[in-house]
């Protein structure tokens, strides 16, 4: 018998998020990240399907939480009901840092405004979780925005439509593959 | 919006007049809302403003005192200026200003706060300037202030003048004064026996309260359209009725009770079902005016719930006393549920790949809070324990799974992993992406109530 792919009703990110989309960040090609927005507000920060660390059967040589001297992702501790202490992240503010096999360092951005509930320490030990299931056990963050700011956290962010679109476009216009770059910037906490 | 009481009136007013600005009245209304303080300095005395001439548009003075002191003794009244000047808010420049002149010979060359000495009215202007001029790069920023000695002293002063407005005649004040004045004292200032009085003392008002009257039993939910509780978001209702509503409707008007609290043994989300013996519930009637009822009424209230709707059905409907919520609340921490899942596998399976979950005894899972709750409850990771599992093969993606769980287990995140944040989970045990469509509570095991045969 087949293992057939088997499609079904709506999945549990289709049921309960939305999916928005911010592409080419901070001016890279490709450097797309996904944010699934629950309807509880809670946001979880996920690579988008077309982020070049997912294209061309890649590898991951390390993932550091460690964005700066002082600053630790994992050392995030939120407390009760208001999750306190956990940090506040704006939108460019640094998750992680991803280096793949061939060098090249990719830095993940929270992408939204909120409050940092916790960082994914599973891709730590199994990066490949990362590669294989970006948008479910590979996530990076959950964010939770402020309550005020629920309904216009996601405003500079793109629908799925808008996105597909963008995507859409570079495959026409005769895209080379991402050239990984010879200097990554270093990026303030 | 300001959230300001009726109380808060004659506060804001004498404050107003004796020069304080608006931040510092709300700090002595004991406004604890961030919100508050954030909005203009000119929004908020403007609203001030508002307020207090609101006031004098709303009916008789004495309905206004009447209405904001139901629960207190009448002695408590607020002592009330005989000679009040109306204070008008005057657009919106200058509001402050206005309101100084009004009251006593104040010097009103100055709208300085006579608490704050400014700090809360305009003082971050100054401040952000020399910020801006010093160029330097940051995201972020601390800043402290010192605040001069005098404000302290100023604050007592503010606080003690808010308290020799209020009546100090109070029950207490009078009773531990009498405690202190002697006898020769009392009779100079006092005539004994006690004069006649013109006339008796009449009842300002006379209310009664029942006891609450306590009603348990057991309900299943057959719907997966019906939230156990009123769903409201913004003051509108996203979903009709409710568990408790349909429970507590015939039973509120049969007891003549003005309100209740209901409280169940744990409770299901609004897509699942609860068959076999039900949810113990317990309802708390609040006064009702009428309390007794024999087996055969209690019977009969619990037929005409049913009959009210095919969403819900009650069994075991008993008054009870109220120790009943302590029984419930107990079952809800130790005790074991039984459920049946309707679950969905990306990979097609045979009956065979899913015998051995049947194996599997005391499963025990660490589940980190449930993203779709996470919003309202703590961030934590909860052990919990499956006692028991048996599958029912459907077809090559689908089966049924019983499961007989701790109390606590979401069910919903061990079958599809919560980001993989429910460890293990059934994707984890199938090798597969698991789904769950449909989710069936079977049983409560919580011996109470006591059943009581039909």
């Not at chain 2, 009085?197 to 029942?210: E, Y």
């Not at chain 2, 209690?298 to 919520?325: C, F, G, H, P, W």
């Not at chain 2, 990771?381 to 459907?394: G, Q």
């Given at each position: 018998m087949e293992d057939m792919e088997h499609n079904k009703a709506p999945s549990v990110i289709d049921r309960?998020?939305?999916?928005?989309?911010?592409?080419?960040?901070?001016?890279?090609?490709?450097?797309?990240?996904?944010?699934?927005?629950?309807?509880?507000?809670?946001?979880?920060?996920?690579?988008?399907e077309?982020?070049?660390?997912l294209q061309n059967g890649?590898s991951?040589?390390?993932?550091?939480?460690?964005?700066?001297?002082?600053?630790?992702?994992?050392?995030?501790?939120?407390?009760?009901?208001?999750?306190?202490?956990?940090?506040?992240?704006?939108?460019?503010?640094?998750?992680?840092?991803?280096?793949?096999?061939?060098?090249?360092?990719?830095?993940?951005?929270?992408?939204?405004?909120?409050?940092?509930?916790?960082?994914?320490?599973?891709?730590?030990?199994r990066p490949e979780l990362l590669l294989g299931k970006p948008s479910t056990e590979g996530?990076?963050?959950?964010?939770?925005?402020?309550?005020?700011?629920?309904?216009?956290?996601?405003?500079?962010?793109?629908?799925?439509?808008?996105?597909?679109?963008?995507?859409?476009?570079?495959?026409?216009?005769?895209?080379?593959?991402?050239?990984?770059?010879?200097?990554?910037?270093?990026?303030?906490? | 919006?300001?959230?300001?009481?009726?109380?808060?009136?004659?506060?804001?007013?004498?404050?107003?007049?004796?020069?304080?600005?608006?931040?510092?009245?709300?700090?002595?209304?004991?406004?604890?809302?961030?919100?508050?303080?954030?909005?203009?300095?000119?929004?908020?005395?403007?609203?001030?403003?508002?307020?207090?001439?609101?006031?004098?548009?709303?009916?008789?003075?004495?309905?206004?005192?009447?209405?904001?002191?139901?629960?207190?003794?009448?002695?408590?009244?607020?002592?009330?200026?005989?000679?009040?000047?109306?204070?008008?808010?005057?657009?919106?420049?200058?509001?402050?200003?206005?309101?100084?002149?009004?009251?006593?010979?104040?010097?009103?060359?100055?709208?300085?706060?006579?608490?704050?000495?400014?700090?809360?009215?305009?003082?971050?202007?100054?401040?952000?300037?020399?910020?801006?001029?010093?160029?330097?790069?940051?995201?972020?920023?601390?800043?402290?202030?010192?605040?001069?000695?005098?404000?302290?002293?100023?604050?007592?002063?503010?606080?003690?003048?808010?308290?020799?407005?209020?009546?100090?005649?109070?029950?207490?004040?009078?009773?531990?004064?009498?405690?202190?004045?002697?006898?020769?004292?009392?009779?100079?200032?006092?005539?004994?026996?006690?004069?006649?009085?013109?006339?008796?003392?009449?009842?300002?008002?006379?209310?009664?309260?029942?006891?609450?009257?306590?009603?348990?039993?057991?309900?299943?939910?057959?719907?997966?359209?019906?939230?156990?509780?009123?769903?409201?978001?913004?003051?509108?209702?996203?979903?009709?009725?409710?568990?408790?509503?349909?429970?507590?409707?015939?039973?509120?008007?049969?007891?003549?009770?003005?309100?209740?609290?209901?409280?169940?043994?744990?409770?299901?989300?609004?897509?699942?079902?609860?068959?076999?013996?039900?949810?113990?519930?317990?309802?708390?009637?609040?006064?009702?005016?009428?309390?007794?009822?024999?087996?055969?009424?209690?019977?009969?209230?619990?037929?005409?719930?049913?009959?009210?709707?095919?969403?819900?059905?009650?069994?075991?409907?008993?008054?009870?006393?109220?120790?009943?919520?302590?029984?419930?609340?107990?079952?809800?921490?130790?005790?074991?549920?039984?459920?049946?899942a309707l679950i969905w596998t990306q990979k097609a399976i045979n009956k065979d790949d899913i015998t051995f979950l049947e194996e599997t005894?005391?499963?025990?899972?660490?589940?980190?809070?449930?993203?779709?709750?996470?919003?309202?409850?703590?961030?934590?990771?909860?052990?919990?324990?499956?006692?028991?599992m048996s599958t029912c093969f459907l077809d090559a993606h689908h089966f049924h799974l019983?499961?007989?769980?701790?109390?606590?287990?979401?069910?919903k995140?061990f079958v599809h992993g919560d980001f993989g944040?429910t460890k293990p989970n059934l994707c984890d045990l199938l090798k597969t992406e698991t789904d769950i469509l449909e989710?069936?509570?079977?049983?409560?095991?919580?011996?109470?109530?006591?059943?009581?045969?039909?």
């Amino acid at each position: 018998m087949e293992d057939m792919e088997h499609n079904k009703a709506p999945s549990v990110i289709d049921r309960y998020y939305t999916r928005w989309y911010k592409t080419d960040i901070k001016g890279k090609d490709c450097e797309d990240q996904c944010v699934l927005q629950h309807s509880n507000r809670i946001c979880v920060i996920t690579l988008a399907e077309s982020h070049p660390i997912l294209q061309n059967g890649r590898s991951i040589k390390s993932i550091n939480y460690q964005i700066s001297a002082g600053c630790s992702r994992l050392h995030n501790r939120v407390s009760g009901k208001s999750k306190r202490g956990g940090q506040f992240l704006t939108e460019f503010a640094p998750l992680c840092r991803i280096t793949c096999t061939d060098g090249v360092e990719y830095t993940i951005y929270s992408c939204i405004r909120g409050r940092l509930l916790e960082v994914n320490e599973d891709i730590l030990e199994r990066p490949e979780l990362l590669l294989g299931k970006p948008s479910t056990e590979g996530y990076i963050a959950v964010i939770l925005p402020k309550i005020e700011e629920s309904k216009t956290v996601t405003n500079g962010l793109l629908s799925r439509e808008e996105y597909e679109s963008v995507v859409s476009k570079r495959t026409k216009s005769t895209q080379p593959e991402p050239q990984p770059e010879p200097q990554p910037e270093p990026e303030p906490c | 919006m300001l959230p300001l009481k009726e109380k808060d009136r004659p506060i804001v007013k004498k404050l107003l007049e004796a020069g304080c600005c608006a931040r510092c009245v709300l700090r002595f209304c004991c406004l604890g809302v961030q919100s508050a303080y954030r909005q203009s300095y000119e929004d908020t005395a403007r609203e001030l403003c508002a307020f207090v001439s609101d006031k004098e548009n709303n009916g008789s003075q004495d309905a206004a005192v009447l209405e904001q002191h139901k629960e207190d003794p009448p002695s408590k009244k607020m002592k009330m200026d005989a000679a009040e000047t109306d204070v008008q808010s005057e657009g919106d420049s200058a509001v402050v200003a206005t309101v100084m002149e009004e009251g006593d010979a104040e010097p009103a060359d100055s709208d300085v706060c006579v608490v704050c000495l400014g700090v809360l009215q305009q003082f971050c202007d100054e401040i952000s300037e020399v910020v801006k001029a010093k160029n330097y790069q940051f995201d972020t920023m601390v800043l402290s202030v010192s605040l001069p000695a005098q404000l302290s002293v100023r604050e007592v002063s503010g606080y003690i003048f808010i308290v020799s407005q209020q009546n100090v005649f109070t029950r207490m004040a009078v009773v531990k004064a009498l405690e202190k004045v002697s006898d020769e004292k009392f009779l100079k200032k006092f005539p004994c026996p006690p004069t006649r009085p013109a006339s008796k003392c009449i009842a300002q008002d006379v209310q009664c309260l029942h006891v609450s009257i306590f009603v348990a039993g057991r309900y299943n939910k057959f719907s997966r359209t019906l939230p156990q509780t009123p769903w409201v978001i913004d003051g509108e209702r996203r979903m009709e009725s409710s568990v408790e509503e349909l429970i507590a409707a015939p039973l509120l008007s049969s007891f003549r009770a003005e309100g209740f609290n209901f409280s169940s043994s744990g409770r299901e989300d609004v897509d699942v079902r609860t068959l076999g013996n039900g949810r113990p519930f317990a309802l708390e009637l609040l006064n009702p005016h009428r309390a007794k009822f024999n087996k055969a009424e209690v019977r009969q209230l619990q037929e005409t719930i049913n009959q009210s709707s095919d969403k819900i059905r009650v069994r075991d409907l008993q008054i009870v006393s109220r120790d009943a919520m302590g029984h419930m609340k107990e079952g809800e921490e130790d005790k074991t549920k039984s459920y049946t899942a309707l679950i969905w596998t990306q990979k097609a399976i045979n009956k065979d790949d899913i015998t051995f979950l049947e194996e599997t005894k005391e499963l025990k899972l660490a589940q980190k809070t449930p993203l779709r709750v996470l919003h309202r409850r703590p961030l934590a990771v909860r052990e919990r324990v499956i006692h028991t599992m048996s599958t029912c093969f459907l077809d090559a993606h689908h089966f049924h799974l019983k499961l007989r769980t701790q109390a606590g287990t979401y069910i919903k995140e061990f079958v599809h992993g919560d980001f993989g944040r429910t460890k293990p989970n059934l994707c984890d045990l199938l090798k597969t992406e698991t789904d769950i469509l449909e989710l069936d509570v079977e049983s409560v095991d919580v011996d109470w109530p006591p059943s009581i045969p039909e």
